[in-house]
T-cell receptor, first 111, second 115 residues
């Protein structure tokens, strides 16, 4: 079955860039997503990328996709304290809305 | 636009008791999902509805979990009887449905503790 993996923790100094990595196993994945979860809140979709794209940029967020290696990354520029959260990578296939999530990466900002 | 509503936000029960969770999706959203998120893990899909029909319930433990979406709007998820390992956050999400726009909007979740 599908498997999505992430490292559990990342600490970054305020103002630096954060890079959160994700690997997946399903070669038929069509959409790849990044969700943010703050304490006591539901999941918020940050951005997504189609599998036929290599990169997507949205303000401070840059998503890179290496389809050959099945590797996805999320770069957050100029990381702020409000970026502290758990970030989940997820994938789905065209025509099937089911999301398969990774374990999440807890991002901690160091003042 | 109102978001996905869930209640209760927190629930504490003893093992072997029953519990029910309620979800009100975003108005007009045809697809509704229930996820289970165990502490330290990512959400896992339990069941997906398209209007009032079940699309995917392959990961729902049917011996103790049940869900319904009468009239294709609100949904309830029930656990009877609960086990210790059911302690988790239960997330409800909804989407318009259709392959071209499948962004899922999540509610705040119900945190269940089974003692």
């Amino acid at each position: 079955g599908e498997d999505v993996e992430q490292s559990l923790f990342l600490s970054v100094r305020e103002g630096d860039s954060s890079v959160i990595n994700c690997t997946y196993t399903d070669s038929s994945s069509t959409y790849l997503y990044w969700y943010k979860q703050e304490p006591g809140a539901g999941l918020q979709l940050l951005t997504y990328i189609f599998s036929n794209m290599d990169m997507k940029q949205d303000q401070r967020l840059t998503v890179l996709l290496n389809k050959k290696d099945k590797h996805l990354s999320l770069r957050i520029a100029d990381t702020q304290t409000g970026d502290s959260a758990i970030y989940f990578c997820a994938e789905s296939n065209f025509g099937n809305e089911k999301l398969t999530f990774g374990t999440g990466t807890r991002l901690t900002i160091i003042p | 636009e109102a978001g996905v509503a869930q209640s209760p936000r927190y629930k504490i029960i003893e093992k072997r008791q029953s519990v029910a969770f309620w979800c009100n999706p975003i108005s007009g959203h045809a697809t509704l999902y229930w996820y289970q998120q165990i502490l330290g893990q990512g959400p896992k899909l339990l069941i997906q509805f398209q209007n009032n029909g079940v699309v995917d319930d392959s990961q729902l433990p049917k011996d103790r979990f049940s869900a319904e979406r009468l009239k294709g709007v609100d949904s309830t998820l029930k656990i009877q009887p609960a086990k210790l390992e059911d302690s988790a956050v239960y997330l409800c999400a909804s989407s318009w449905g259709g392959a071209s726009d499948n962004e899922q909007f999540f509610g705040p979740g119900t945190r269940l503790t089974v003692l």
